[in-house]
């Protein structure tokens, strides 16, 4: 073969114009994907915002650790109190773990056609950078719109946990001067952390030599590897633990306290990733029969109950990283639920120690916690919510299929009750179980208690959780059920 | 005319009869009308003429005098050559393709190889049916163009329906050969009906043998 | 049998021994071929034969397990996925068997796609875009959504848009099984256009008359080159 000079292939960064153009929100899922996005955001800023202002609460100048804070007079014990403090300000930095749970669901709403566009992209011409920064403009702007609510919502929840309560109970310290750089600062923050994830969304056609060809053929589920990134999180997170516990009992400080806290932080964060892993790999390998075999009445099979437990099982399976993700928020939940119990079975216990004043000072602390959990929840159900949307939204043909074939949509709509459920129920019992039972084993030994009453407390706690999240499943299913019949609807049987 | 070749290949088999022959014919197109006694006997006279075949043997068992034929080295170098020549891609005379593939898999003793028989004749149809799609389709309002234009689709869609058949033909080879060699493999000693190779046999092979 | 170019004419496209096999399939078994410039070639063979597997492998879509690409002076194996995805948008065409249009872009801003992405102006490319939908006949679905459109127009556009860049080589995959004879007619004598500039058309078909249109074929049968005619 004669050589010819072949044309240098060098490629140019896209225009910004053709990447605003590309990256422009266009379907409903990705008004979705944005909105879901930025109101995840909007909680990861506001979280920021609050223990920022929490954390920056002046101390009166006396060397004492439980000084009471002069300068923002009124403010609850927890925030008043110097030693107090740091608590606070890790409750609203663990406030930052499920709205963080609840991005990286917006971000997966729709994930499929986003690979199926990225390897149609990539056919036209595009390359591995230019769909990259397409991602990284859209997460990043969805970021950017929920920092930009992160200030005024923070001025709103001061007026509604500030203001409007009585002087001595205030949850939320009067804004500063400084709010406005705090947040230029957040927002700053979550543009990276925005740039960061649109990076890291794994979508093929972009690293893999042959993506363009298997995003084209073939588009099955791809679990691997999000459950690889899992397990490095969770050893990164593991190896923090030991050294900061390293830290801790080396120093022998005592005032250790910040260290403890984030000690505390770093085990949950780690009770999260790996129960994310486990929940995963669970959806991912429960094998088809074992759905089924529950249901053994002939009546149960006429209904359809087989049909319906089947189908759950590989909705599930088809997306075991999605079943981790909302699993392992619930599962944080949980934790908190099962700490309040033990606090509330505490509380009606007591026999000795606490005056009124004391007695206040932990219902108080319970609220806290509890609406703490209450977010949390919510959190969990809008992803529980997207999770669904986003399975909808990628398997509205098999569905539409399954229509066709005569599964009627009372049917269908129990498939995805059955599917949230079964993600759901385990995860908040389970988190409910060891956040209680470990926190109970501390509280005993501190307080020389009698273990019995505690651990029934926690075991009501765990099966009231589990009862209430499955209506809250039964809730969403309802709520979405319009989603659930326009999926099903037989024109997508002709939509690729 | 193909008959000299088509006579050529009934006598591959070995030295015949022109009343042999008519029956063999026959029975190789069964499609077709039957051959007449007379074209038999003149065909054959012409083959011996050209040296082509040969007189061998004339016997008389009984009844009437009757001729045995049998083909020459020359006889069997002109069927050869004509087997390597594609059909001429006529459109609508597609019965010479069928012809040529008929005797090319019955002369696989001779030397012909069926496949490249089919190869051949699908590339000559291929260039036949780029010929006819060379020319632009008509300008609206003419007539003569227009009747040409659909002289050459007729012409067109035929040789594509012989492709077609091509198509059969060469997969309907491959099975076959495949089944060929699925038969010889098994030992031909052992009675094929209580033998235990017979339950290990391919179902295809087992599907064939039972049609 | 004489096949290939004529010795004066670098070859667009040179496959040396390409395997391919699928999990379990062996698609693709030890095939070789050259396309020269200005030179229709068709690829055939029956359902499953490997052809869209060529296709893929020889437009640099997927990598072969063996064997060598050469595309347009270029040796595949140490082209990285950037510089692939540039050839794509700026040297050569392609028209896949399926879908292939982003379903979210209007059918303009689809056909325009490998110029924006190369980086000339949207209104540039738009427009460019147009011409190149009214050749093939579909000025009036410009704005609409690749889902709104039928097979065979939807195809139409995949023909527009591997166009538009004037490509030094065209891949197609069966361009018209979803078309009429005549709108088919339009098409092909559109993508054999491209000859007429010194570029190369690889045309995969299974219908005998669209191969006709070749100046050769190269038939495969489960995976191997069963069959290679000059049609010329
Ligand atoms: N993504 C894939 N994964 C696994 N096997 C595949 C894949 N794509 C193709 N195959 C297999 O490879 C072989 C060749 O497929 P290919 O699509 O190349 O055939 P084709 O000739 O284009 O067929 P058709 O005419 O039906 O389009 C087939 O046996 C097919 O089953
Ligand atoms: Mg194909």
């Known amino acids: 073969m004669t050589a010819t000079a072949p044309t240098p292939l060098a490629a140019r960064p896209l225009p910004a114009e053709v990447v605003r153009e590309l990256a422009r929100l266009r379907s409903s899922a990705d008004h979705l994907r944005a909105r879901a996005t ?39 014990p927890y925030l008043s109190q110097s030693g107090l403090r740091p608590g606070a300000v890790m409750a609203a930095l663990l406030l930052v773990l499920p709205f963080a749970a609840l991005a990286v669901q917006a971000l997966r709403v729709g994930s499929l056609a986003l690979h199926r ?22 997460t990043r702007s969805a970021f950017l719109r929920g920092g930009l609510y992160a200030a005024p919502a923070y001025l709103v929840l001061w007026l509604l946990l500030g203001l409007a309560l009585p002087p001595g109970t205030r949850l939320l310290p009067a804004p500063q001067w400084w709010l406005p750089l705090a947040w230029a600062v957040v927002l700053a923050v979550l543009a990276g952390v925005g740039a960061l994830l649109g990076v890291r969304t794994p979508l093929t056609g972009d690293n893999e030599e042959d993506g363009v060809s298997a995003a084209l053929v073939r588009l099955g589920a791809r679990s691997g590897r999000p459950v690889r990134l899992w397990w490095a999180v969770a050893s990164g997170v593991a190896a923090a633990l030991v050294v900061s516990y390293g830290i801790r009992w080396g120093s022998g400080s005592d005032y250790s306290l910040p260290l403890l806290l984030l000690l505390l932080g770093a085990a949950v964060l780690l009770a999260a990733t790996c129960a994310a892993l486990l929940l995963a790999r669970w959806a991912a390998s429960s094998p088809v029969g074992r759905q089924t075999r529950r249901v053994r009445s002939a009546r149960q099979l006429r209904r359809g109950d087989a049909a319906v437990a089947m189908l759950a099982g590989a909705q599930r399976r088809a997306n075991p990283v999605a079943a981790g993700t909302v699993g392992a928020v619930l599962f944080v939940c949980g934790l908190s639920f099962g700490v309040e119990a033990v606090l509330v ?30 977010v949390g929840a919510l959190v969990a159900l809008l992803a529980l919510a997207l999770s669904l949307s986003d399975h909808l939204l990628a398997t509205r043909r098999s569905v539409a299929a399954v229509a066709a074939l005569g599964l009627e949509p009372r049917r269908l709509l129990g498939v995805q009750r059955r599917a949230l459920t079964d993600t759901a129920v385990p995860a908040v019992v389970s988190g409910s179980l060891v956040g209680g039972l470990l926190y109970q084993w501390v509280y005993v030994l501190e307080h ?16 009231l959780a589990g009862v209430l999240i499955a209506l809250a499943c039964r809730l969403v299913v309802v709520l979405l059920a319009g989603r659930v019949r326009a999926a099903a609807a037989l024109e997508h049987l002709r939509t690729p | 005319m193909s008959m000299a070749e088509i006579h050529l290949a009934l006598l591959l088999a070995g030295p015949r009869h022109g009343y042999d022959l008519k029956h063999a014919h026959d029975a ?18 012409r083959l011996v003429r050209d040296g082509l075949a040969e007189a061998v043997d004339t016997r008389s068992e009984g009844g009437p005098e009757r001729t045995l034929y049998a083909v020459t080295d020359a006889g069997r170098e002109r069927l050869l050559a004509w087997l390597a020549t594609p059909a001429p891609p006529a459109g609508v005379a597609g019965e010479d393709v069928v012809r040529k593939t008929v005797v090319a898999l019955h002369s696989a003793a001779a030397g012909a190889d069926a496949a490249a028989v089919l190869s051949g004749q699908r590339t000559a149809h291929l260039k036949r049916m780029r010929e006819l799609q060379r020319s632009t389709p008509p300008a609206p309002g003419s007539a003569s163009g227009l009747a040409e234009h659909l002289a050459r689709r007729h012409a067109l869609l035929h040789l594509d329906a012989d492709l077609r058949w091509l198509d059969e ?3 309907a080879l491959r099975t076959s050969a495949a089944h060929d060699l699925a038969t010889h493999s098994t030992p031909p000693a052992t009675a094929p009906d209580d033998s235990p190779q017979a339950h290990h046999a391919p179902t295809q092979h087992s599907e064939e043998s039972t049609r | 049998m004489s096949t290939g170019p004529s010795p004066d004419q670098v070859p667009l496209l040179e496959l040396d021994g390409v395997s391919h096999a699928y999990a379990r399939t062996p698609a693709l078994r030890e095939v070789s071929l050259t396309v020269a410039p200005g030179e229709v070639v068709a690829v055939t063979g029956s359902s499953g034969s490997g052809k869209s597997t060529l296709l893929h492998v020889a437009a640099g879509l997927l990598r072969p397990q063996a064997g060598r690409v050469h595309l347009l002076g270029h040796d595949l194996a140490g082209v990285d996925a950037t510089a692939r995805a540039v050839l794509r948008r700026s040297e050569i065409g392609i028209v896949l068997q399926y879908v292939q249009l982003v379903p979210d872009l209007p059918v303009l801003d689809n056909v325009a796609l490998p110029l924006t992405l190369n980086g000339s102006s949207l209104a540039a490319a738009r427009t460019a875009a147009a011409d190149a939908l009214a050749e ?87 995976g191997s080159v069963e069959h290679e005619a000059v049609l010329r």
Do not use: K
């Not at chain 1, 800023?45 to 920056?56: F, N, P």
């Not at chain 1, 019995?452 to 765990?462: F, K």
């Not at chain 2, 190789?28 to 006279?45: D, M, S």
């Not at chain 3, 195809?155 to 591997?162: G, K, L, M």
């Open chain 1, 38 to 76: 930025a109101a995840a955001a909007a909680g990861i800023g506001v979280a920021l915002l609050m223990a920022v202002s929490v954390a920056a609460i002046p101390n009166a100048n006396d060397p004492d650790v439980y000084q009471l804070s002069a300068a923002q007079p009124g403010l609850a």
């Open chain 1, 117 to 138: 566009q990225a390897g149609l992209l990539a056919l036209a011409g595009a390359t591995p950078a230019d769909l990259r920064q397409m991602r990284v403009a859209r």
């Open chain 1, 345 to 374: 079975t505490s509380m009606f216990t007591a026999t000795y120690g606490y005056g009124t004043g004391d007695l206040l000072f932990y219902i108080g602390g319970a609220a806290v916690a509890a609406t703490v959990a209450v």
């Open chain 1, 448 to 463: 020389l208690a009698d273990v019995g009453i505690y651990s029934a407390g926690v075991l009501a706690a765990s099966v």
């Open chain 2, 28 to 45: 190789w197109f069964p499609e077709e009308r039957p051959l007449a006694f007379g074209q038999v006997y003149a065909t054959l006279a």
């Open chain 2, 169 to 171: 033909a060469v997969e």
């Open chain 3, 136 to 222: 093939v006949g579909l000025t009036d679905a410009a704005s609409a959504a690749p889902a709104e459109l039928s097979g065979g127009q939807a195809q139409r556009a995949a023909v527009a848009r591997a166009l538009i860049t004037s490509p030094r080589i065209v891949f197609a995959d069966e361009p018209v099984a979803s078309l009429d004879p005549v709108g088919g007619r339009q098409v092909l004598d559109l993508l054999r256009g491209v000859t007429a500039r010194g570029a190369a058309l690889v045309l995969i078909t299974h219908d005998n008359t669209v191969a006709a249109l070749a100046d050769r074929e190269v038939r495969l049968r489960q």
